[in-house]
């Protein structure tokens, strides 16, 4: 990745972060966005090589459009796009504060798609590959009651993905998606403490009744989604693009 730039969305936190730094390690060098700097100052405090820290809510068009031409100007065009901004959790209309259905989608489909059509004005020349790679989730393939607002938005990535790739291949720009399944992520967690408290257990035996789900029997680290990342943006996966990779131990199986 000498030599090139790379934007990553959610670096400050859990997957996007784990994939920042495995990605300045590999050479390139690295726009973090998310929306907080506390958390994209640390990611970059942690990483190797040239950095640029745009605190960034996807949600606005124009912001984003804003840090992807200010990313450009400091680090130079841009070779490839990870997407792995989002939020989570259930949106039931029974939930303190509402139903959050119309904040998921907004931010996990319009705040995806609004990335990818401003970093499209700011990628570099070809003939090298350029790439956007889509973090979506397990829940975009199976059901889940009471996380329609997540599903339905991490199901749309996947179309998104689709129709992106076969609109950008006469560009040879790559296009793919990742669907994890649990992480040791903080985002995990939550989701393993409301269900014990609903089920009124442990969150260890919490933990247990979920990775009976998972073939392998554990989570996935973050530090392994960035390995995938880091292989579809090598010359290794040259001509994968409109692909989603089930990256969840088995569970999809």
């Known amino acids: 990745m000498t030599g090139k730039h790379v934007v990553v969305t959610g670096a400050g936190t859990g997957i996007g972060r784990a994939i920042a730094l495995r990605l300045a390690r590999e050479g390139a060098s690295v726009t ?17 090589g040239p950095t640029r820290v745009e605190p960034c809510d996807i949600r606005d068009r124009a912001e984003v459009e804003g840090a992807m031409e200010r990313a450009a100007r400091s680090l130079g065009p841009i070779h490839a796009l990870v997407a792995a901004s989002g939020i989570g959790g259930p949106n039931g209309d029974s939930d303190e504060g509402g139903d959050r259905f119309d904040d998921l989608v907004r931010t996990n489909v319009n705040g995806t798609y609004y990335c990818v059509r401003a970093v499209l004005r700011h990628l570099a020349p070809g003939p090298d590959a350029r790439h956007i790679v889509v ?119």
Request: net charge negative; aromatic share 6%.
């Open 32 to 48: 973090l966005l998310a929306r907080g700097r506390e958390p994209l100052e640390a990611t970059a405090a942690a990483a190797t």
């Open 135 to 253: 973090i979506s989730s397990i829940l975009a393939r199976i059901a889940v009651a009471g996380y329609t607002g997540y599903s339905a938005s991490k199901a749309g990535l996947l179309g998104l993905v689709r129709s992106f790739a076969a609109e950008l291949a006469p560009a040879e720009v790559q296009v793919n998606a990742i669907c994890p399944g649990w992480v040791d992520t903080d985002m995990a967690w939550q989701g393993l403490a409301a269900a014990a408290s609903a089920g009124g257990v442990t969150r260890e035996d919490a933990y247990h009744d979920a990775m009976l789900q998972v073939p392998l029997r554990r989570m996935s680290q973050p530090e392994d989604i960035a390995g995938t990342v880091a292989w579809l943006l090598s010359p290794d996966a040259r001509g994968v693009t409109g692909q989603t990779i089930d990256q969840n131990g088995g569970a999809w199986v």
